[in-house]
Nanobody, 128 residues
Framework: QVQLVESGGGLVQAGGSLRLSCDAS????????MGWFRQAPGKERELVAA????????YYVDSVKGRFTISRDNAKNTVYLQMNRMKPEDTAVYYC?????????????????????WGQGTQVTVSS
């Protein structure tokens, strides 16, 4: 079992920055591909950014490219999402997910169904 806890959400003005953290316990994250998803009211949960086990591969949805950066610190068992130049459309609940990837260290997982563990989510609100 892996327990994930997100933090760092809050209210920020458009153009501002936030850094989300996802702290894991129970097992090392080194066996997991990691992703940040978000879900706005009335919308489906979408993958915002993902990073493979070996960090060789990263994915960003087009709407955040050049503004968001995903990183992981395996020594701290933590994954981060740095969000810069934020926009009102970034407003959502942000979730951290872990997808077991024991054989392929470079794999990215794109759909929420492929993720085995989730945090409780953290609210991000961007005011205009």
């Amino acid at each position: 079992q892996v327990q994930l806890v997100e933090s760092g959400g809050g209210l920020v003005q458009a153009g501002g920055s936030l850094r989300l953290s996802c702290d894991a316990s129970g097992r090392t994250l080194t066996l997991y591909s990691m992703g940040w998803f978000r879900q706005a009211p009335g919308k489906e949960r979408e993958l915002v950014a993902a990073v493979s086990r070996n960090t060789d591969n990263r994915y960003y949805v087009d709407s955040v490219k050049g503004r968001f950066t995903i990183s992981r610190d395996n020594a701290k068992n933590t994954v981060y999402l740095q969000m810069n130049r934020m926009k009102p459309e970034d407003t959502a609940v942000y979730y951290c997910g872990a997808a077991i990837s024991p054989l392929d260290t470079g794999r990215i997982y794109y759909t929420w169904r492929e993720y085995n563990y989730w945090g409780q989510g953290t609210q991000v609100t961007v005011s205009s």
